[in-house]
């Protein structure tokens, strides 16, 4: 292949030639000639020599499964396996386009020998969880003098597996670090007092009382008989029913209402483990795309991060399938957390819950709003801002509906954006603690 | 690599002086290079234009002066001679003092100039299209050595010719052989030769420079990269650290020492937390991010001894002194064979040898015309091309890749699709279904049946 630069040599070879011709001048015709041998002398040779088919790409990656916001460092050995040197290959390592490149590049431009190989790395910070590939990589094969190139490109891809961000995790860590106040702030053990062996405070002894629960020193102290109260920490059985409908998906790419759902999910998961909680996942839309039951195994974050990286937005929720699909499968009373923007029809999910109810279990809805995630407001010319507020309100009071009705049942919505998302999620775990829902 | 360029900087320099040494010689038999060339052609083309000025405002005017006075424009037209031309530009006739005052005598002077300047401007356009090929191609060379394009050294090299071409067609003495020579080695040392074998010199080591910068370059600007990186790493996360102390930092002083302005990464970063957002917990984010990706790097260099040198890919940096060897022998064989080739190509002798041409034109007087070049040029420089076609056909170096996924993994792949296919028809009857069970549960209920808590909450919701 003769590059651009090559077909100019070219031109510049045939106005010479063809000015010499003019003007019967050997002068000109004689450096046209040199021109346009130069180019097209060596062009079999390059040929015979630029066996592209020789190089060879090995990508390496320290990790194959990240969080999103983690880094990778991406190796890229080139092999030259043929018997001839290249002079100049280029060497593009792609990589998704929503990942960031943090250190280094993923280019390289360099001489390679027979037999050698050439190592060059990078370091990529993972966006955006999913599934993604590293590669394919893209071969440029150069003369010297740039006027001929082969092109080539490598397929071989590397996955990676990008778990949702575990950003939420790490900066509740952090701020439950900095007050001094264990692992989150007004986090509080549900316990049933008058069992077990950890001590939970004093009250005044009432008759029929046993006599060794009686503290001796503080009744002394204050002038009445006074027992010592013992409680015993009870757990919570919680399902997270994340709706990936289309609907889901609106939004700025990361800011969607999926994406805010999915690192509740994340949350909510991890703050069951550390309290020995049990914790499922439903990842759903027209059909169960993965269910993750309630469970305290070492692997289980990573077996919900899995089930949650791979959620997509599309097709429509079936509330009432994936609720018979858990239903099924739990037998222990449990707390449902629906995460659904509630867009579809509502007799679904009524029926979904009536199920639920039916089946002794609770749930609560963390309903995020749409509007609340899609472009801001302000950004609007008037009658966009006229449309999205009608839009909104008609929302609004479909959702109020729906809210009411199922009030009726005990079943709360608590109506979110993007900035209470994980507040809320927090607050209800908490709050389902505390009142003792859903115990085992 | 960089004394390898600058060595090869210094032969573009020596073969371009060289080349220009040689127009400039072969162009000075023809007394072309007078200095004040390109003065008098400015000076001309103004004359030029005052009198087309000249010319424009007479007929506008005097259309007017008629139109509107019905009066003879004659002083006016001899007015704007004596003002446009005369006095401003310096055309008054020889033998002539003081202005014109006779129209017909304006008219016929205008004519004479027009034919005069025009005659001028051609004569010293060539004088003054030489000079600025000349410039034009000093330019570019220099452009050449500092940014090291190759446009900038075609350019210099196409200037350079240009100057011959237009001297060729202004009928000035240019290089040239009387009689092409029949022997290669009159050839070879022929000051013709000498000064296309030069020419064409400048235009490989031009090349050969630059693909020594480019080669070498990457790998010295990788380098330069990641210290800049590094450092401005090292810099964010004290700054980082200074923030959460309370003490207040300069972003921009940051930016400039370190390079961090090109490291998008960490700027967006550093102005998450400094710039602008209200939310302490994205500041966190920023933070956090840069820390991780100071420990992530930190543990990469420690762990690992080769990390620094794979994140600059020194070992990709090819040796000076098989850059030095190859380029000289790559450029020799290259000469060799072009001069070569080149002489099989044009020599009548030659041609007259191996095309076996009839005797009446082998002593006609069109085998001594270049034209002849061409009846071995074309095949032969299409046949280099159609040679490195068959090849590159043969050895099928373009195909692209296909990533091959084994038959189970196929098959793996295709049941997965069938299942999720037939678990979503699946959803869809269910979901039709309970539709229409729904619906009769609806219809039953306008009937009179008892509904139950949950149908009258549903009601409720489409109310």
């Given at each position: 292949m003769i590059t651009q630069r090559g077909f100019a040599v070219v031109f510049s070879g045939v106005l010479l030639v063809t000015s010499g011709f003019v003007w019967a001048n050997f002068y000109l015709t004689t450096l046209g000639v040199y021109l346009i041998i130069g180019l097209v002398v060596t062009l079999p040779l390059f040929a015979l020599t630029a066996n592209i088919a020789g190089i060879q790409i090995d990508r390496e990656i320290d990790k194959v499964k990240v969080f999103s916001g983690d880094f990778v460092r991406v190796r890229v050995t080139v092999h030259n396996t043929s018997r001839r040197h290249f002079d100049f290959i280029e060497i593009w390592d792609q990589y998704p386009e929503t990942w960031i490149l943090a250190i280094g590049e993923n280019f390289i431009a360099s001489r390679i020998e027979p037999g050698s190989s050439i190592t060059f790395s990078y370091i990529l910070q993972a966006r955006m969880r999913g599934r993604y590939n590293l590669g394919p990589t893209d071969v440029v094969m150069r003369d010297r003098l740039g006027l001929h190139y082969y092109k080539r490109t490598l397929e071989a891809e590397t996955e990676i597996l990008v778990y949702p961000t575990w950003k939420d995790v790490r900066r509740m860590e952090a701020l439950g670090k900095q007050r001094q106040l264990?692992?989150?702030?007004?986090a509080h053990r549900t316990k049933i007092v008058g069992m077990g062996t950890d001590f939970a405070g004093f009250r005044e002894y009432v008759p029929?009382?046993?006599?060794?629960?009686?503290d001796w020193k503080t009744s002394a102290k204050r002038g009445d008989l006074v027992v010592r109260q013992f409680e015993q920490e009870k757990n919570i059985q919680v399902v997270c029913m994340v709706d990936t409908s289309?609907?889901?998906?609106?939004?700025y790419p990361e800011n969607t209402k999926l994406e805010y759902a999915i690192r509740a999910a994340v949350l909510l998961t991890h703050l069951g483990l550390e309290r020995k909680d049990l914790v499922g996942t439903c990842v759903f839309s027209e059909i169960v795309h993965s269910y993750v039951p309630p469970a305290t195994s070492p692997n289980h974050m990573y077996n919900v991060l899995e089930s949650l990286a791979m959620a997509s937005p599309s097709g429509w929720g079936d509330y009432e399938s994936a609720v018979s699909y858990v239903v099924e499968q739990t037998r222990k009373r449990s707390l449902f957390i629906f995460f659904t923007d509630m867009e579809e029809s509502p007799a679904p999910l009524l029926n979904a819950m009536k199920t639920i109810v039916a089946n002794g279990h609770r749930a609560q809805v963390i309903s995020p709003f749409g509007p609340w995630f899609e472009a801001p407001v302000g950004q609007f010319g008037p009658v966009e801002k006229v449309l999205s507020e009608a839009v909104s309100e008609e929302l609004w009071e479909r959702r109020r509906k729906i809210s009411r009705a199922l009030a009726k049942f005990n079943i709360s919505v608590v109506n979110v954006g993007p900035e209470d998302f994980l507040p809320t999620i927090i607050k209800t775990y908490e709050e389902a603690k505390q009142r003792g829902v859903a115990m085992f | 690599m960089r004394i390898v360029t600058w060595i090869l900087r210094f032969a573009s320099i020596v073969t371009f002086a060289a080349m220009a040494f040689l127009v400039y010689s072969a162009m000075d038999v023809n007394d072309v290079w007078h200095w004040a060339a390109p003065y008098e052609f400015v000076v001309t083309v103004f004359r030029l234009l005052s009198l087309i000025f000249f010319f424009a405002s007479i007929v506008l005017l005097s259309a007017l002066v008629i139109v509107f006075t019905g009066a003879n424009p004659g002083t006016l037209v001899t007015g704007l001679y004596n003002t446009l031309v005369l006095r401003m530009?310096?055309?008054?006739?020889?033998g002539v003092r003081g202005p014109l005052t006779n129209i017909n005598q304006v008219m016929a002077q205008f004519q004479g100039d027009l034919e005069r300047i025009l005659l001028s401007l051609w004569d010293n356009a060539f004088l003054f299209l030489y000079f600025l090929c000349a410039g034009v191609s000093i330019a570019l060379f220099l452009q050449s050595l500092f940014r090291m394009e190759h446009k900038y050294a075609s350019g210099a090299f196409v200037s350079m010719q240009l100057i011959l071409i237009l001297a060729a067609f202004r009928g000035h003495l240019i290089p040239n052989f009387e009689v092409f020579p029949a022997d290669f080695l009159v050839f070879l040392f022929h000051p013709v030769q000498i000064l296309a074998l030069i020419s064409f010199a400048y235009l490989e080591t031009s090349y050969q420079m630059i693909y020594s910068h480019s080669v070498g370059k990457p790998v010295e600007e990788r380098e330069e990269t990641l210290r800049k990186q590094l450092l401005a790493l090292r810099q964010a996360t004290r700054k980082v650290d200074a923030i959460e102390r309370g003490d207040k930092v300069s972003l921009t002083a940051m930016s400039r020492s370190s390079g961090a302005t090109a490291f998008s990464f960490l700027r967006e970063a550093i102005e998450r937390k400094v710039v602008g957002s209200k939310d302490a917990l994205e500041n966190l984010d920023a933070i956090s991010d840069v820390r991780r990706l100071q420990n992530y790097v930190d543990d990469i260099l420690t762990s690992d001894s080769r990390a620094r040198d794979e994140l600059t890919a020194k070992a990709a940096s090819p040796s000076s002194g098989y850059i030095i060897g190859s380029t000289i022998m790559g450029s020799a064989i290259r000469f060799l064979s072009v001069v070569a080739v080149s002489f099989l190509l044009i020599s009548p002798s030659v041609l007259t040898t191996i095309l076996n041409l009839p005797i009446g034109i082998q002593n006609s007087v069109e085998i001594l015309q270049p034209e002849m070049t061409l009846l071995l040029l074309v095949p032969i420089a299409l046949l280099f091309p159609f040679a490195a076609m068959v090849i590159t056909w043969f050895s099928k170096r373009e195909v692209v890749e296909e990533p091959k996924l084994s038959k189970e993994e196929e098959e793996e792949q295709k049941r997965h699709k069938r299942r999720i296919e037939q678990l979503k028809k699946e959803a869809k009857e269910k979901r039709r279904a309970r539709e229409k069970a729904r619906k009769e549960a609806q219809k039953r209920r306008e009937h009179g049946e008892e509904k139950d808590e949950w149908d009258k909450a549903l009601e409720e919701t489409y109310r």
């Amino acid at each position: 292949m003769i590059t651009q630069r090559g077909f100019a040599v070219v031109f510049s070879g045939v106005l010479l030639v063809t000015s010499g011709f003019v003007w019967a001048n050997f002068y000109l015709t004689t450096l046209g000639v040199y021109l346009i041998i130069g180019l097209v002398v060596t062009l079999p040779l390059f040929a015979l020599t630029a066996n592209i088919a020789g190089i060879q790409i090995d990508r390496e990656i320290d990790k194959v499964k990240v969080f999103s916001g983690d880094f990778v460092r991406v190796r890229v050995t080139v092999h030259n396996t043929s018997r001839r040197h290249f002079d100049f290959i280029e060497i593009w390592d792609q990589y998704p386009e929503t990942w960031i490149l943090a250190i280094g590049e993923n280019f390289i431009a360099s001489r390679i020998e027979p037999g050698s190989s050439i190592t060059f790395s990078y370091i990529l910070q993972a966006r955006m969880r999913g599934r993604y590939n590293l590669g394919p990589t893209d071969v440029v094969m150069r003369d010297r003098l740039g006027l001929h190139y082969y092109k080539r490109t490598l397929e071989a891809e590397t996955e990676i597996l990008v778990y949702p961000t575990w950003k939420d995790v790490r900066r509740m860590e952090a701020l439950g670090k900095q007050r001094q106040l264990g692992l989150m702030f007004g986090a509080h053990r549900t316990k049933i007092v008058g069992m077990g062996t950890d001590f939970a405070g004093f009250r005044e002894y009432v008759p029929g009382d046993p006599f060794r629960l009686i503290d001796w020193k503080t009744s002394a102290k204050r002038g009445d008989l006074v027992v010592r109260q013992f409680e015993q920490e009870k757990n919570i059985q919680v399902v997270c029913m994340v709706d990936t409908s289309g609907s889901m998906g609106n939004g700025y790419p990361e800011n969607t209402k999926l994406e805010y759902a999915i690192r509740a999910a994340v949350l909510l998961t991890h703050l069951g483990l550390e309290r020995k909680d049990l914790v499922g996942t439903c990842v759903f839309s027209e059909i169960v795309h993965s269910y993750v039951p309630p469970a305290t195994s070492p692997n289980h974050m990573y077996n919900v991060l899995e089930s949650l990286a791979m959620a997509s937005p599309s097709g429509w929720g079936d509330y009432e399938s994936a609720v018979s699909y858990v239903v099924e499968q739990t037998r222990k009373r449990s707390l449902f957390i629906f995460f659904t923007d509630m867009e579809e029809s509502p007799a679904p999910l009524l029926n979904a819950m009536k199920t639920i109810v039916a089946n002794g279990h609770r749930a609560q809805v963390i309903s995020p709003f749409g509007p609340w995630f899609e472009a801001p407001v302000g950004q609007f010319g008037p009658v966009e801002k006229v449309l999205s507020e009608a839009v909104s309100e008609e929302l609004w009071e479909r959702r109020r509906k729906i809210s009411r009705a199922l009030a009726k049942f005990n079943i709360s919505v608590v109506n979110v954006g993007p900035e209470d998302f994980l507040p809320t999620i927090i607050k209800t775990y908490e709050e389902a603690k505390q009142r003792g829902v859903a115990m085992f | 690599m960089r004394i390898v360029t600058w060595i090869l900087r210094f032969a573009s320099i020596v073969t371009f002086a060289a080349m220009a040494f040689l127009v400039y010689s072969a162009m000075d038999v023809n007394d072309v290079w007078h200095w004040a060339a390109p003065y008098e052609f400015v000076v001309t083309v103004f004359r030029l234009l005052s009198l087309i000025f000249f010319f424009a405002s007479i007929v506008l005017l005097s259309a007017l002066v008629i139109v509107f006075t019905g009066a003879n424009p004659g002083t006016l037209v001899t007015g704007l001679y004596n003002t446009l031309v005369l006095r401003m530009w310096y055309m008054q006739p020889y033998g002539v003092r003081g202005p014109l005052t006779n129209i017909n005598q304006v008219m016929a002077q205008f004519q004479g100039d027009l034919e005069r300047i025009l005659l001028s401007l051609w004569d010293n356009a060539f004088l003054f299209l030489y000079f600025l090929c000349a410039g034009v191609s000093i330019a570019l060379f220099l452009q050449s050595l500092f940014r090291m394009e190759h446009k900038y050294a075609s350019g210099a090299f196409v200037s350079m010719q240009l100057i011959l071409i237009l001297a060729a067609f202004r009928g000035h003495l240019i290089p040239n052989f009387e009689v092409f020579p029949a022997d290669f080695l009159v050839f070879l040392f022929h000051p013709v030769q000498i000064l296309a074998l030069i020419s064409f010199a400048y235009l490989e080591t031009s090349y050969q420079m630059i693909y020594s910068h480019s080669v070498g370059k990457p790998v010295e600007e990788r380098e330069e990269t990641l210290r800049k990186q590094l450092l401005a790493l090292r810099q964010a996360t004290r700054k980082v650290d200074a923030i959460e102390r309370g003490d207040k930092v300069s972003l921009t002083a940051m930016s400039r020492s370190s390079g961090a302005t090109a490291f998008s990464f960490l700027r967006e970063a550093i102005e998450r937390k400094v710039v602008g957002s209200k939310d302490a917990l994205e500041n966190l984010d920023a933070i956090s991010d840069v820390r991780r990706l100071q420990n992530y790097v930190d543990d990469i260099l420690t762990s690992d001894s080769r990390a620094r040198d794979e994140l600059t890919a020194k070992a990709a940096s090819p040796s000076s002194g098989y850059i030095i060897g190859s380029t000289i022998m790559g450029s020799a064989i290259r000469f060799l064979s072009v001069v070569a080739v080149s002489f099989l190509l044009i020599s009548p002798s030659v041609l007259t040898t191996i095309l076996n041409l009839p005797i009446g034109i082998q002593n006609s007087v069109e085998i001594l015309q270049p034209e002849m070049t061409l009846l071995l040029l074309v095949p032969i420089a299409l046949l280099f091309p159609f040679a490195a076609m068959v090849i590159t056909w043969f050895s099928k170096r373009e195909v692209v890749e296909e990533p091959k996924l084994s038959k189970e993994e196929e098959e793996e792949q295709k049941r997965h699709k069938r299942r999720i296919e037939q678990l979503k028809k699946e959803a869809k009857e269910k979901r039709r279904a309970r539709e229409k069970a729904r619906k009769e549960a609806q219809k039953r209920r306008e009937h009179g049946e008892e509904k139950d808590e949950w149908d009258k909450a549903l009601e409720e919701t489409y109310r």
